[in-house]
Structure formats: C-alpha cells, structure tokens
C-alpha cells in the first residue's frame, strides 16, 4: 500500500490557462476528497466522491472547478481560467467508509501558483 | 456555521508537556480529531475522539474533551523536536466532511 498519491506536485501556471491535477487513493477506499489549502489555514473542504458519485460540493467550487472519479478510483480535479486567487495547496484525501470514525488518509498536495 | 478556533502558535522545551487547544461551535458533532502536518508533507491523523468521551491517551497523546464548554484540547507528554510540526483540530458531523482549525504552529526547541 503506497498511500494516496497526488500529481504533479507542483504546478505554475499563467493567468488564464486551465489546469489539471491528479489523485489515486488507497486501492480498496471508496470515499475520496478534495481540500484546499492557503497559507496560514486549515484544509477547506471542496468536494467528495463515493465510488464514482460525486456527492457534495462546497460553496468555494465554483464553475471553474470541475471533479471527476469516472471509475471510482482515481481522481481529477481541473481548473479552468485560473485566476491568482487560486493559488494554493489542493490536497486529496481518501477513507474506506462514511460511517465511524472514517480516517481520512491525506496525500502530500499539489502547489498551485497562478502567476 | 461550523467554526474551529485554534490558537495560533506554542513553543516549548524539549521534555515539557505541550497543550494545544481548540474550540469548535457545532454541538452535533460526532468526531473530533488532530492531525498534524510537517513542511512538505501531507496531514497525518494523530488521533480522534467520539463525542460521547471525555478523554482518550494514546501513548503520549492525551486528548480532553469538555462537551459543555466545546473545548478540545491536545497534550503531548515529553515533548520532542521531532514534535515540531502544525497542529490541526478538526470536527465532523454525522457522515458529513471536515471543517478545520487554522492551525498551532508548534515549535520545540531543545
């Protein structure tokens, strides 16, 4: 078991340009997240999937922002005509079960700088 | 809404007891974690409590749960260097996602 995975780790991009990154959970975990996080703050919560539903969306992804788990494991995030206030630390998350505790396994990010 | 407060920054000593506390609003909450975050690295879950304790130890963890007053709190017994990281308080209600703290930067100097 290698953890989650998050690629690329970095990324800079101009104003503008559309960006996609990618996260591979944990094999056998069905739920999976996406946070964002900016400097100086905890993790904000994006959206979430079960097997290949996604189903919840918070108020900070706007139409730019699309998610999608087409087979239920691995999963994209794309921003569209990013902007600097986009620039920051998107972290993936998975867990084995919505009920209980359900520990959410974090991978390491990827850095966006919007220039 | 659903709010978590942290304070922002501890330091200590090498051997002392740390403590980091965090408040938090939703009374339905039905977890309450830490998790830590090292530079360059993802969070790592350090440990949780269900909202019906009171307290939970976990080697050199120890986590305080005051129900009444919303209040979680964190203590590291013999705080190490390899202690220093950032701190986060986390709640969860029923099958719904995270909300966060900001966040204690905790520094540990020998």
């Known amino acids: 078991d290698t953890g989650v995975s998050q690629d690329p780790r970095h990324k800079i991009t101009k104003r503008g340009q559309n960006v996609t990154f990618r996260c591979d959970p944990i094999?056998?975990?069905?739920?999976l997240y996406w946070y964002r996080q900016t400097l100086g703050q905890g993790p904000e919560f994006l959206t979430y999937f079960q097997n290949e539903a996604q189903l919840e969306k918070s108020r900070l992804l706007s139409d730019r922002f699309s998610a999608e788990r087409p087979k239920g494991s691995f999963s994209t995030l794309e921003i569209q005509r990013t902007e600097q206030g986009d620039s920051a630390m998107y972290l993936c998350?998975?867990?084995?079960?919505?009920?209980?505790?359900?520990?959410?396994?974090f991978g390491p990010g990827t850095r966006l700088t919007v220039t | 809404g659903e709010d978590v407060e942290q304070s922002l920054f501890l330091s200590v000593r090498e051997g002392d007891s740390s403590v980091i506390n965090c408040t938090y609003t939703?009374?339905?909450?039905?977890?309450l974690y830490w998790y830590k975050q090292e530079p360059g690295a993802g969070l790592q879950l350090l440990t949780y409590i269900f909202s019906n304790m009171d307290m939970k130890q976990d080697q050199r963890l120890t986590v305080l749960l005051n129900k009444k007053d919303k209040h979680l709190s964190l203590r590291i017994a013999d705080t190490q260097t390899g202690d220093s990281a950032i701190y986060f308080c986390?709640?969860?209600?029923?099958?719904?996602?995270?909300?966060f703290g900001k966040g204690t930067m905790l520094l540990v100097s020998p």
């Open positions: 998350a998975s867990s084995a079960s919505a009920q209980g505790m359900d520990e959410q396994y």
């Open positions: 939703d009374s339905s909450s039905t977890y």
């Open positions: 986390a709640e969860k209600e029923g099958y719904s996602t995270l909300t």
């Open positions: 094999s056998e975990h069905n739920r």
